[in-house]
């Protein structure tokens, strides 16, 4: 048995570099499909010589018009047929897909044109010599793609570059919400950029799929129904949320989000994937997001780059973890890190769903207060106790209206129980976010 696998990776900083134009958000959307709808005509090329076994597919999946890039940027796949039979079958096969999609942006002569505007690797290697890499045959893959993905083979030129047309047709005859869509016009001046990545995947992969074919396309069915059974990402995304998703594969997500949408916040939306992926995937995995949330000005390129290294911050923090980050007008920014499987966690989420849906209210010098008496603050959990006396002393001249929310961020703080300056720091960000995002609704 021989092996194929092939990747146009890595496909964000390509999109990323087309953001120098206008429409961005059009454009990110635009590039995101073309990946995807690439690789899918890749699969449905392919789908009959080879057995594929990530990302899952059939005839109906291969032959549905889907409204999200939802096509990974790499696939794997076996064969019984001889390397080069596969490799002469896959160049065929990868030439079709290339001159359907030069068709679509402007006509089947600039197929080689095309080819050069984008990354491709190709790994075709037997079940023994890959063993010799890693003893699961996904993982062996894996570790070459993502080295090959570092070989980056062409040079982006914006000014003669045929994504880019793709990117102008889209762009022309699609509807794209804009981030003012999803900031100004609802009332506030900032927007979350959302990125998801699984966690604990690879550890399921060694469990239940290192050699067993059914129990590979199993997982991969499995990863493919998160995003697309009953009410997709798509529409929970876009429709209930707001937001504009960008892109969701394999067990990635990048989407814009207003910070409040009718009655939900971008912290409703992290939780409804986060139950639905172990709902769908398993319950012994979960989903890290990294959160970063940026006024409607700021470029979005950065934007988007900073909450990919909020993602990688969170992953490395623990497993099924929200990096949060905002990023103010004056470039002064509030970062903070939760597990959200806790009770901390908990907390923060109701106090800032009641804030920002009016339902409670805090006193504007709070902020003021706790910086102050920081060292106090710290002193008091080092002795193991509680600030329940502190806080009806600092806050004795509340009125009712910020009783309630005094009282669920004295809850924060003993569940937090900050014993140095590091975390007390931590808890005084996660507050001054809310805090920020309030007075900007204001």
Partial sequence: MNYIAYTIGPIYETILNSLTSDHKTKRLQ????????FMKEVLKNIHNEFEVLVPYVNETILNKEYNMGLFHDRFIAQSD????????????KLEESFL???KEI?????AKDLYKNMDNHIIIASKEDLKKIDENIIFALNKILDAKELQKEFSFDIENNYIQQYQDNFTNSHGVKTIEDMSEKLGFKYYAVITADGDKMGAKIKNEATDNVKNIKELSKKLFEFFTVDENIYTITNGHFGGELIYAGGDDILALLPVKYKDKTFLDYIEVLNKRFKEIVGEDVSLSFGVNIAYY???LRDAIESA?????????SAQNTLALKITKHSGQYFETVFELSSQKYELYKKLTD???REETKLPHSLHHSLKRYEKVIVKVYEDERTVDAMFKTLFNDATDEHKKGLDEVKKFFNESKPKTKQEFDAIFSALSVIKFLREDRK
Avoid: V
């Fill in 354 to 356: 009641d804030i920002l």
């Fill in 100 to 102: 359907i999609m030069a």
């Fill in 297 to 299: 000005k700021y470029p």
């Fill in 106 to 110: 402007e006509g089947s002569h600039i």
């Fill in 30 to 37: 635009a590039g995101s499909r073309y990946f995807s709808h």
């Fill in 81 to 92: 047929k001889s390397i080069e039979e596969i490799k002469k079958i896959f160049a065929s």
């Fill in 308 to 316: 990919f290294a909020l993602l990688h911050k969170a992953k490395d």
